[in-house]
């Protein structure tokens, strides 16, 4: 049986990244809950650094290239995505949004979802709820009550940063246990239930 998949979206810029280090612990926390669970998963890293190009270049062309393709796949085929950005004027970074952009309307569907950001400094530490969360939400994803925000003062101190990431984990693999993603059956899939063909339309079969 093919082990559940976590899509784990990072939106840093740099290189080393804070926002690609707090996806990666929100994976680890995430995965962990899981194996408390009895359940074990395998995370994806889609970092969007190096689409960046690819990104605009779909928004003009709506082309994508194969790299950007199989990100998107990954991510809309997981059941449940960890999303993290980097803040930009108290909201989500432009090839953050951009990248959800393209993906279509209805993919995203009640999949499971932790949220993070970073940021200089805590004062940004409400974009969680004011940009990131109202996103998701029309995108109809199941969100989890908390969210991880981390400034630049809480690496490495003592600030509470480990034990919010372990209680967002739990949470997410809590909702993936008990409301795994349900989905929509697709009716172009000719293998599935809700396929129907020319001739059954046409009411000949």
């Known amino acids: 049986m093919t082990k559940p998949r976590i899509a784990v979206v990072s939106a840093g810029l740099g290189e080393p990244s804070s926002t690609k280090l707090l996806a990666d612990r929100l994976r680890d926390a995430t995965l962990k809950a899981l194996a408390d669970h009895g359940q074990h998963s ?10 960046a190009q690819d990104i605009a270049s779909h928004m003009l062309t709506h082309n994508p290239s194969e790299a950007l393709a199989a990100a998107i796949a990954e991510v809309v085929d997981a059941e449940a995505i960890i999303a993290v950005t ?32 970073t940021g200089g400094s805590a004062r940004h530490s409400m974009v969680i709820d004011t940009a990131m969360r109202p996103m998701f939400a029309y995108l109809k994803a199941q969100v989890v009550p908390t969210g991880v925000f ?18 967002e ?24 239930e809700a396929f129907v063909s020319f001739e059954q339309m046409l009411g000949h079969a």
């Not at 395998?42 to 689409?51: G, I, K, Q, S």
């Not at 803040?87 to 979802?113: H, R, W």
């Not at 101190?157 to 034990?163: E, I, N, P, V, Y």
């Open 42 to 51: 395998e995370a994806v890293d889609v970092v969007l650094r190096p689409l």
């Open 86 to 117: 980097p803040t930009f004027n108290m909201s989500y970074s432009g090839l953050f949004k951009s990248f959800f952009d393209v993906i279509e309307e209805g993919q995203l569907a009640s999949i499971p979802t932790a949220l993070g950001a």
């Open 150 to 167: 981390a400034a630049s003062e809480d690496w490495g101190s003592d600030s509470g940063l480990d034990r919010r990431i372990a209680r």
């Open 169 to 192: 984990g739990r949470e997410l693999a809590d909702l993936m246990v008990a409301l795994p993603r349900r989905r929509e059956a697709d009716p172009f899939d000719e293998s599935g």
